[in-house]
C-alpha cells in the first residue's frame, strides 16, 4: 500500500464511527451528572451506577440473565458438538435437511419462534411460563451460532488425525477424548462465550415466553418506559456493552485461533 | 455416547448409525422447539378465541379477518386497502417497503466497507473484523435504544444542534416515524451483511482480477465485470440475511417508531398479548411468513442465485 | 549481460530492477527479444522470472530501469493499456462466464460489430481446438479445456507479445508434451512473440528459440538450447541443463589448447573459451556424461584420463548409466554409454575399476 489515506480508508473509518457513535453514547451519559441524555455535559458522577447496584429487582434480573446463560451456554454446546461431529465426519442422508432447520433461527425472525412457542406451551401444553421457557428458546436460537463455530473448527484439522488415532489403537471415545475434543477446545471455549451473550442480551423470545421473573433485557425494556430510570438505564446498558465486548473478542480471538492452527 | 465416533468412513452401516446417534439430541431439539410448535402455531390459526375459551372447530376465520373486503376501501398514503381490516395489510405492506429500504441502504452502505476489508487491509485483518463483529454481538435492545438516545426530543441531535446555536427549538421530526425505524434498523444489522459479502470479495481469486486488467480493463470496468459478479453470492445472501428477520421486527418500531412507524410485528406482538385473540395473531404470523419466504424465493429466482452459485463455487 | 543488437527488436529491458523490500527480486537485467521469437525465462523458482514477466504485462513496476515494447517506453502504462496479454498459471478463467464469454472479454472494450466479433472468437476457438465448447460453463472443463481458453482468450486480442506463465505446469505429463507440441506449433502460425517462464528445462529447451537462464534476480546466459547445452558460461548454467561432470584444476598453458592441472588426476587438457582466463587461474573442466567413454584393455594414463571405481550402474534400454568414484573428485562421475555394440550391456560390474577418457574438444572450462 503505497497510499495509506484513500477515500475507501476514509469511508471504513466513517463506518466505524457510524457503527460505534450511537452506542458509545450510553457509556458517555452514564457518567454525567443529569438525569437526561442531552448536551452540554454537566459533569462527572458515579452516581447512576451506585444507584444501579442498589436496586433489588434489577440485581435479581441480572441473577436470572446470569444463570440463564450460563445454563444455556452449556446445554447449547454440549449439543452442537455431537451435531458438529455428525455433519463433518459422516456423510449422512438428511444431513443438509438437518442442518438447513437448526440454521432457521438465523434467519426467520424470532417473533415468529416466540409466539409458536408461547402458543405451544400456553395453549396447548398448559405450562407455566418461566425462566425455563426462556431457557429453552434459547437453546434452540443459540445452536446455530454452537455449531457454525464448531463445525469450522472441525473442518479446520485434518481428519486423518483420527484416522490415525484410530491405527493407534484407540477406541472410539479415546479419540474422541485424546484427539478430537484437545483440538476442538479453543472452538468449544468459543461457542460458550458466544452462546453465553446471545442468551443474556437476547430480549424478544424472553419478552414473550418469561414468567413474572424477568431476565435482564426484559427489566431493561420495563425500564425505557420511564423517563426518570433512564441514568440507571445508561449505567446498566454501559455494563452490558462493556461485558459483552470483553466476552466477543474473546471468543473471537479463541476462535481465529482455532481455525488459523490448521496445517499450511 | 461411548462408541459414537467415526470408524474410518462413513460408509461403513455401524458408522451411519453412530453418526445418526450423534444428530439426534439435536433432531430432538428440532422436533421440540421447531416442528410441534410450528404445527401448534398453524393449528392454533385454525381455531377461535372466545373470550377466555377456545373453539377447537375448524375455521378460516382468521385468515378470512385478514383479507376480508369492505364496501369502502380505506385510504392510505394514496393506495386503497379494500379490505374490513385494513390495518394488517397496510402493516405488513409497510414492513415489506420499510424492510427493503433497510436491506438497500445495509447492501449499499456494508458492500464499499466489505470490499475495504478485502483489498485494502493487508494488516490487521482479524483486528479489522473483530472491530466490525463486536456490535452484532453486543444488545440488539441496547444499540436500538441508544438511537432514541440520539434522534429524541430531548435527545442528543437535539441538545446537541441546541447548544451549538444551530437551532433554536427541538426538531420533532427526528424520532417516531419510519425513517427513524429504518435508520435504526439499518445500523443494527449492517455489520451483519459486511461479512458474507467480505468472503465472497476474499474468495475471488486476485489472478481473475489481473486478466480482466490484462484484457484491457480499467479498474471501474473491472470492478463491474468481474469483482461485482463474482461478489454477488455473497452481496444476496447478506440481503436475505437483512430482509428477511427485519420484516418481523419487533423491537425497533416500540422503541423509535412512535404510533407512525409500528411494523406488522407489533401487530402480532398486541394480538397475543394484548388483544387475546392468538388464533389470528397465529394466522397474521403464518401470513407473514409466507409472503416473506415467497418474496425472497422470487427475488433468488429473479437474479438466477442458483446459476450464480454453481457458476462461482 | 551481452546483448548484441537485433534488426527487429520487440521488447528491450535495460537494467531493470524489482525490489520488495530489502530483496532484489529482478537485479539489473537487460535484454532484448526479438519479434516473433519464443523466447523463455527459465529457473528456479524465486529467480525472478515471474516478476519480470508480470512488469512486462505491467500487472508490476519495476524499481529502476527501462522495458521498451515496440520501441515505446512502458513506464507509467498501465495493464490494460499494453499491448501484451497473459496466459496465467492459474488460467484466471473467469467462473462466471462461458467459454465464449471468457474468450471475448478482452474484445468488448474494442466495440467490434457483433459478426466480426464472433468471427474472431471462432477463429481463436480454432486455433486451440475448442470448436463446440462455446457455451461450456468455467466449471465444466478439464485443465487441458482451461489452458485452451485461456490461449484463446489473450491470443484473440491479438497482442503484440503474449506472456505465458508456467501454463503447463497444471498439466499431467502426458498433456503437458501434448501441449508444448501445440504450443510450438501454435506460435510458428500465429507468428506473435511468446515470452514463455518456466522451471522445467526440458520444456524450454523443446519450446524455445532462445531461453535466458536465471538466478537470484540475475540473467545468467541468454542462448539456444544448443549453446546452453554445449556450451553453457558459468558452472551455475551448466549444472542447471542436463548433468554434468566437474574436474576443480588449475591453468598451467594455455595456447589454442587451455592444460588444467588437476591434481591427482593428471592434466586436463580443453578447447580455449572466449572466458578470460590467465596462468594460475582456479578453475574448473567440465564434460557432460555422454563425452566419456569407457576404455577397454589394459589401464592407461595420459590427459583427459581418469580412473575410478564403478559404485552403480543403471540399465536405461537404449543406454546405460555409470556412477563412477573417482579419486580426489567430490561427486561419482555421471557417464553416459549407448548401446551401439561396443558397448555392451551389463559389461561392468559394481566395484570394478574403470578408465574414462575424453577428447580435449569435449571440455569446456569454467570460471567459477
Same mark, same amino acid.
Given at each position: 500500500?503505497?497510499?495509506?489515506?484513500?477515500?475507501?480508508?476514509?469511508?471504513?473509518?466513517?463506518?466505524?464511527?457510524?457503527?460505534?457513535?450511537?452506542?458509545?453514547?450510553?457509556?458517555?451519559?452514564?457518567?454525567?451528572?443529569?438525569?437526561?441524555?442531552?448536551?452540554?455535559?454537566?459533569?462527572?458522577?458515579?452516581?447512576?451506577?451506585?444507584?444501579?447496584?442498589?436496586?433489588?429487582?434489577?440485581?435479581?434480573?441480572?441473577?436470572?440473565?446470569?444463570?440463564?446463560?450460563?445454563?444455556?451456554?452449556?446445554?447449547?454446546?454440549?449439543?452442537?458438538?455431537?451435531?458438529?461431529?455428525?455433519?463433518?465426519?459422516?456423510?449422512?442422508?438428511?444431513?443438509?435437511?438437518?442442518?438447513?432447520?437448526?440454521?432457521?433461527?438465523?434467519?426467520?425472525?424470532?417473533?415468529?419462534?416466540?409466539?409458536?412457542?408461547?402458543?405451544?406451551?400456553?395453549?396447548?401444553?398448559?405450562?407455566?411460563?418461566?425462566?425455563?421457557?426462556?431457557?429453552?428458546?434459547?437453546?434452540?436460537?443459540?445452536?446455530?451460532?454452537?455449531?457454525?463455530?464448531?463445525?469450522?473448527?472441525?473442518?479446520?484439522?485434518?481428519?486423518?488425525?483420527?484416522?490415525?488415532?484410530?491405527?493407534?489403537?484407540?477406541?472410539?471415545?479415546?479419540?474422541?477424548?485424546?484427539?478430537?475434543?484437545?483440538?476442538?477446545?479453543?472452538?468449544?471455549?468459543?461457542?460458550?462465550?458466544?452462546?453465553?451473550?446471545?442468551?443474556?442480551?437476547?430480549?424478544?423470545?424472553?419478552?414473550?415466553?418469561?414468567?413474572?421473573?424477568?431476565?435482564?433485557?426484559?427489566?431493561?425494556?420495563?425500564?425505557?418506559?420511564?423517563?426518570?430510570?433512564?441514568?440507571?438505564?445508561?449505567?446498566?446498558?454501559?455494563?452490558?456493552?462493556?461485558?459483552?465486548?470483553?466476552?466477543?473478542?474473546?471468543?473471537?480471538?479463541?476462535?481465529?485461533?482455532?481455525?488459523?492452527?490448521?496445517?499450511? | 455416547?461411548?462408541?459414537?465416533?467415526?470408524?474410518?468412513?462413513?460408509?461403513?452401516?455401524?458408522?451411519?448409525?453412530?453418526?445418526?446417534?450423534?444428530?439426534?439430541?439435536?433432531?430432538?431439539?428440532?422436533?421440540?422447539?421447531?416442528?410441534?410448535?410450528?404445527?401448534?402455531?398453524?393449528?392454533?390459526?385454525?381455531?377461535?378465541?372466545?373470550?377466555?375459551?377456545?373453539?377447537?372447530?375448524?375455521?378460516?376465520?382468521?385468515?378470512?379477518?385478514?383479507?376480508?373486503?369492505?364496501?369502502?376501501?380505506?385510504?392510505?398514503?394514496?393506495?386503497?386497502?379494500?379490505?374490513?381490516?385494513?390495518?394488517?395489510?397496510?402493516?405488513?405492506?409497510?414492513?415489506?417497503?420499510?424492510?427493503?429500504?433497510?436491506?438497500?441502504?445495509?447492501?449499499?452502505?456494508?458492500?464499499?466497507?466489505?470490499?475495504?476489508?478485502?483489498?485494502?487491509?493487508?494488516?490487521?485483518?482479524?483486528?479489522?473484523?473483530?472491530?466490525?463483529?463486536?456490535?452484532?454481538?453486543?444488545?440488539? $435492545?441496547?444499540?436500538?435504544?441508544?438511537?432514541?438516545?440520539? $434522534?429524541?426530543?430531548?435527545?442528543?441531535?437535539?441538545?446537541?444542534?441546541?447548544?451549538?446555536?444551530?437551532?433554536?427549538?427541538?426538531?420533532?421530526?427526528?424520532?417516531?416515524?419510519?425513517?427513524?425505524?429504518?435508520?435504526?434498523?439499518?445500523?443494527?444489522?449492517?455489520?451483519?451483511?459486511?461479512?458474507?459479502?467480505?468472503?465472497?470479495?476474499?474468495?475471488? +481469486?486476485?489472478?481473475?482480477?489481473?486478466?480482466?486488467?490484462?484484457?484491457?480493463?480499467?479498474?471501474?470496468?473491472?470492478?463491474?465485470?468481474?469483482?461485482?459478479?463474482?461478489?454477488?453470492?455473497?452481496?444476496?445472501?447478506?440481503?436475505?440475511?437483512?430482509?428477511?428477520?427485519?420484516?418481523? +421486527?419487533?423491537?425497533?418500531?416500540?422503541?423509535?417508531?412512535?404510533?407512525?412507524?409500528?411494523?406488522?410485528?407489533?401487530?402480532?406482538?398486541? $394480538?397475543?398479548?394484548?388483544?387475546?385473540?392468538?388464533?389470528?395473531?397465529?394466522?397474521?404470523?403464518?401470513?407473514?411468513?409466507?409472503?416473506?419466504?415467497?418474496?425472497?424465493?422470487?427475488?433468488?429466482?429473479?437474479?438466477?442465485?442458483?446459476?450464480?452459485?454453481?457458476?462461482?463455487? | 549481460?551481452?546483448?548484441?543488437?537485433?534488426?527487429?527488436?520487440?521488447?528491450?529491458?535495460?537494467?531493470?530492477?524489482?525490489?520488495?523490500?530489502?530483496?532484489?527480486?529482478?537485479?539489473?537485467?537487460?535484454?532484448?527479444?526479438?519479434?516473433?521469437?519464443?523466447?523463455?525465462?527459465?529457473?528456479?523458482?524465486?529467480?525472478?522470472?515471474?516478476?519480470?514477466?508480470?512488469?512486462?504485462?505491467?500487472?508490476?513496476?519495476?524499481?529502476?530501469?527501462?522495458?521498451?515494447?515496440?520501441?515505446?517506453?512502458?513506464?507509467?502504462?498501465?495493464?490494460?493499456?499494453?499491448?501484451?496479454?497473459?496466459?496465467?498459471?492459474?488460467?484466471?478463467?473467469?467462473?462466471?462466464?462461458?467459454?465464449?464469454?471468457?474468450?471475448?472479454?478482452?474484445?468488448?472494450?474494442?466495440?467490434?460489430?457483433?459478426?466480426?466479433?464472433?468471427?474472431?472468437?471462432?477463429?481463436?476457438?480454432?486455433?486451440?481446438?475448442?470448436?463446440?465448447?462455446?457455451?461450456?460453463?468455467?466449471?465444466?472443463?478439464?485443465?487441458?479445456?482451461?489452458?485452451?481458453?485461456?490461449?484463446?482468450?489473450?491470443?484473440?486480442?491479438?497482442?503484440?507479445?503474449?506472456?505465458?506463465?508456467?501454463?503447463?505446469?497444471?498439466?499431467?505429463?502426458?498433456?503437458?508434451?501434448?501441449?508444448?507440441?501445440?504450443?510450438?506449433?501454435?506460435?510458428?502460425?500465429?507468428?506473435?512473440?511468446?515470452?514463455?517462464?518456466?522451471?522445467?528445462?526440458?520444456?524450454?529447451?523443446?519450446?524455445?528459440?532462445?531461453?535466458?537462464?536465471?538466478?537470484?534476480?540475475?540473467?545468467?546466459?541468454?542462448?539456444?538450447?544448443?549453446?546452453?547445452?554445449?556450451?553453457?558460461?558459468?558452472?551455475?548454467?551448466?549444472?542447471?541443463?542436463?548433468?554434468?561432470?566437474?574436474?576443480?584444476?588449475?591453468?598451467?598453458?594455455?595456447?589454442?589448447?587451455?592444460?588444467?592441472?588437476?591434481?591427482?588426476?593428471?592434466?586436463?587438457?580443453?578447447?580455449?573459451?572466449?572466458?578470460?582466463?590467465?596462468?594460475?587461474?582456479?578453475?574448473?573442466?567440465?564434460?557432460?556424461?555422454?563425452?566419456?567413454?569407457?576404455?577397454?584393455?589394459?589401464?592407461?594414463?595420459?590427459?583427459?584420463?581418469?580412473?575410478?571405481?564403478?559404485?552403480?550402474?543403471? @540399465?536405461?534400454?537404449?543406454?546405460?548409466? @555409470?556412477?563412477?568414484?573417482?579419486?580426489?573428485?567430490?561427486?561419482?562421475?555421471?557417464?553416459?554409454?549407448?548401446?551401439?555394440?561396443?558397448?555392451?550391456?551389463?559389461?561392468?560390474?559394481?566395484?570394478?575399476?574403470?578408465?574414462?577418457?575424453?577428447?580435449?574438444?569435449?571440455?569446456?572450462?569454467?570460471?567459477?
Amino acid at each position: 500500500m503505497r497510499k495509506i489515506f484513500t477515500p475507501l480508508t476514509l469511508y471504513a473509518i466513517l463506518f466505524t464511527v457510524f457503527l460505534y457513535g450511537p452506542v458509545l453514547l450510553m457509556p458517555l451519559f452514564s457518567f454525567n451528572d443529569n438525569t437526561f441524555a442531552v448536551f452540554p455535559l454537566k459533569g462527572f458522577t458515579l452516581k447512576h451506577y451506585a444507584s444501579m447496584a442498589a436496586n433489588g429487582s434489577m440485581l435479581g434480573a441480572l441473577w436470572n440473565s446470569l444463570v440463564v446463560a450460563t445454563i444455556v451456554a452449556v446445554i447449547a454446546t454440549a449439543v452442537g458438538l455431537p451435531t458438529a461431529i455428525a455433519l463433518t465426519r459422516y456423510r449422512l442422508r438428511g444431513g443438509g435437511a438437518i442442518a438447513a432447520a437448526l440454521m432457521l433461527p438465523l434467519v426467520v425472525p424470532s417473533i415468529i419462534f416466540a409466539v409458536a412457542l408461547l402458543v405451544i406451551l400456553v395453549r396447548i401444553l398448559n405450562v407455566e411460563l418461566s425462566l425455563l421457557t426462556v431457557g429453552a428458546s434459547h437453546v434452540f436460537i443459540c445452536l446455530p451460532f454452537a455449531i457454525m463455530v464448531l463445525m469450522s473448527r472441525l473442518e479446520g484439522f485434518d481428519k486423518s488425525l483420527e484416522e490415525a488415532s484410530r491405527d493407534l489403537g484407540e477406541d472410539g471415545w479415546g479419540t474422541f477424548r485424546r484427539v478430537t475434543l484437545p483440538l476442538a477446545w479453543p472452538a468449544v471455549i468459543s461457542s460458550l462465550l458466544m452462546c453465553f451473550i446471545i442468551s443474556f442480551d437476547e430480549f424478544v423470545m424472553a419478552f414473550f415466553l418469561s414468567g413474572t421473573d424477568p431476565t435482564l433485557p426484559v427489566f431493561l425494556f420495563g425500564q425505557l418506559r420511564f423517563p426518570n430510570k433512564l441514568p440507571g438505564v445508561l449505567a446498566l446498558g454501559s455494563l452490558i456493552l462493556l461485558v459483552s465486548t470483553i466476552l466477543v473478542v474473546a471468543a473471537e480471538l479463541l476462535r481465529r485461533r482455532g481455525v488459523q492452527e490448521k496445517p499450511a | 455416547m461411548p462408541d459414537a465416533m467415526p470408524r474410518q468412513t462413513a460408509a461403513g452401516f455401524s458408522g451411519l448409525a453412530a453418526g445418526y446417534a450423534l444428530l439426534s439430541p439435536a433432531m430432538l431439539i428440532i422436533v421440540a422447539m421447531l416442528v410441534a410448535p410450528m404445527l401448534a402455531l398453524v393449528t392454533l390459526s385454525f381455531w377461535t378465541q372466545n373470550g377466555f375459551e377456545l373453539d377447537t372447530s375448524f375455521t378460516l376465520a382468521n385468515y378470512w379477518a385478514l383479507i376480508e373486503p369492505a364496501d369502502e376501501p380505506t385510504m392510505w398514503m394514496g393506495i386503497p386497502f379494500p379490505f374490513k381490516n385494513p390495518v394488517y395489510a397496510i402493516l405488513m405492506l409497510k414492513s415489506l417497503v420499510m424492510s427493503l429500504a433497510v436491506t438497500a441502504a445495509v447492501i449499499l452502505i456494508a458492500y464499499p466497507m466489505a470490499y475495504f476489508l478485502a483489498f485494502r487491509v493487508t494488516r490487521y485483518k482479524a483486528l479489522w473484523i473483530i472491530i466490525i463483529t463486536i456490535p452484532f454481538w453486543t444488545s440488539y $435492545l441496547l444499540r436500538v435504544f441508544s438511537w432514541k438516545i440520539m $434522534l429524541g426530543f430531548n435527545g442528543v441531535i437535539n441538545s446537541g444542534l441546541m447548544s451549538l446555536g444551530i437551532i433554536s427549538e427541538p426538531l420533532s421530526f427526528l424520532l417516531y416515524n419510519p425513517p427513524a425505524v429504518v435508520i435504526t434498523l439499518t445500523h443494527a444489522w449492517v455489520t451483519f451483511a459486511v461479512l458474507p459479502i467480505y468472503v465472497s470479495l476474499e474468495k475471488i +481469486d486476485r489472478s481473475l482480477l489481473e486478466a480482466a486488467t490484462d484484457l484491457g480493463d480499467s479498474k471501474w470496468q473491472r470492478f463491474r465485470r468481474v469483482t461485482l459478479p463474482l461478489s454477488l453470492p455473497g452481496t444476496i445472501s447478506a440481503a436475505l440475511l437483512v430482509f428477511i428477520p427485519t420484516v418481523g +421486527d419487533y423491537v425497533t418500531p416500540t422503541l423509535v417508531g412512535g404510533p407512525g412507524g409500528t411494523m406488522i410485528g407489533n401487530s402480532i406482538q398486541s $394480538l397475543f398479548l394484548k388483544q387475546d385473540n392468538s388464533p389470528r395473531g397465529a394466522a397474521l404470523s403464518i401470513v407473514m411468513m409466507a409472503i416473506v419466504a415467497l418474496l425472497s424465493l422470487l427475488f433468488m429466482w429473479a437474479v438466477g442465485y442458483r446459476k450464480i452459485r454453481a457458476r462461482s463455487a | 549481460m551481452m546483448t548484441e543488437p537485433m534488426a527487429d527488436t520487440i521488447i528491450s529491458l535495460k537494467d531493470v530492477r524489482r525490489d520488495f523490500g530489502p530483496v532484489a527480486a529482478v537485479d539489473g537485467v537487460s535484454f532484448d527479444i526479438a519479434r516473433g521469437e519464443f523466447f523463455s525465462m527459465l529457473g528456479p523458482s524465486g529467480c525472478g522470472k515471474t516478476t519480470l514477466l508480470r512488469m512486462l504485462a505491467g500487472l508490476d513496476q519495476p524499481t529502476a530501469g527501462s522495458i521498451l515494447l515496440d520501441g515505446q517506453p512502458m513506464a507509467g502504462v498501465p495493464a490494460n493499456l499494453r499491448p501484451t496479454n497473459m496466459v496465467f498459471q492459474s488460467y484466471a478463467i473467469f467462473p462466471h462466464l462461458n467459454v465464449v464469454e471468457n474468450v471475448s472479454y478482452g474484445l468488448k472494450r474494442l466495440k467490434l460489430a457483433r459478426a466480426e466479433e464472433k468471427a474472431r472468437v471462432d477463429q481463436a476457438l480454432a486455433l486451440v481446438k475448442l470448436e463446440g465448447y462455446e457455451q461450456r460453463g468455467a466449471h465444466q472443463l478439464s485443465g487441458g479445456q482451461r489452458q485452451r481458453v485461456a490461449l484463446a482468450r489473450a491470443l484473440v486480442c491479438r497482442p503484440k507479445v503474449l506472456l505465458l506463465d508456467e501454463p503447463l505446469g497444471a498439466l499431467d505429463k502426458k498433456l503437458r508434451e501434448e501441449m508444448q507440441v501445440e504450443l510450438r506449433s501454435l506460435q510458428r502460425s500465429v507468428g506473435i512473440t511468446f515470452v514463455f517462464v518456466t522451471h522445467d528445462q526440458e520444456e524450454a529447451l523443446t519450446l524455445s528459440d532462445r531461453i535466458a537462464v536465471m538466478a537470484r534476480g540475475k540473467v545468467l546466459q541468454i542462448d539456444t538450447a544448443t549453446g546452453l547445452y554445449e556450451r553453457p558460461y558459468c558452472r551455475e548454467v551448466a549444472e542447471f541443463i542436463g548433468t554434468m561432470n566437474l574436474f576443480a584444476g588449475r591453468v598451467t598453458k594455455i595456447g589454442h589448447e587451455i592444460s588444467v592441472d588437476a591434481g591427482s588426476i593428471g592434466t586436463l587438457r580443453a578447447p580455449a573459451s572466449e572466458a578470460r582466463i590467465s596462468v594460475g587461474d582456479a578453475v574448473h573442466v567440465a564434460v557432460r556424461p555422454e563425452k566419456l567413454s569407457v576404455l577397454t584393455g589394459k589401464a592407461r594414463t595420459g590427459t583427459n584420463v581418469v580412473t575410478g571405481k564403478l559404485v552403480a550402474s543403471t @540399465y536405461l534400454g537404449d543406454r546405460s548409466r @555409470y556412477l563412477v568414484q573417482v579419486p580426489g573428485v567430490p561427486a561419482p562421475v555421471s557417464v553416459s554409454l549407448q548401446h551401439d555394440g561396443q558397448h555392451a550391456a551389463g559389461v561392468a560390474l559394481p566395484g570394478s575399476k574403470i578408465n574414462l577418457a575424453w577428447p580435449a574438444s569435449a571440455g569446456i572450462v569454467l570460471t567459477a
